[in-house]
């Protein structure tokens, strides 16, 4: 059975490689755009993870808990 990732891999692409983009993630995943958006949300809005920068400089820190 496959089972869609959790947010603990996508916060643990992101600790790999703070400056990985969406795109990647997605590849690394197999989530949808709109489903790597929704997890993504999340996870900021728990405070998680943060995006520091712009969209194309800038860089993902994940907060620990």
């Known amino acids: 059975m496959w ?5 603990k891999t996508i916060i ?3 600790t790999v490689n703070p400056k990985t983009t ?3 993630i997605i590849s690394a995943t197999g989530l ?7 997890q993504l949300k999340k996870l ?3 405070g998680k993870i943060e995006r520091i920068g712009s ?11």
Do not use: A
């Open 3 to 7: 089972r869609k990732p959790s947010k």
């Open 12 to 14: 643990n692409l992101i």
């Open 22 to 24: 969406t795109k990647n």
């Open 32 to 38: 949808t755009r709109r489903g790597l958006e929704y």
């Open 44 to 46: 900021k809005e728990t």
């Open 55 to 65: 969209d194309k400089g800038g860089y993902w820190k994940v907060n620990q808990d």
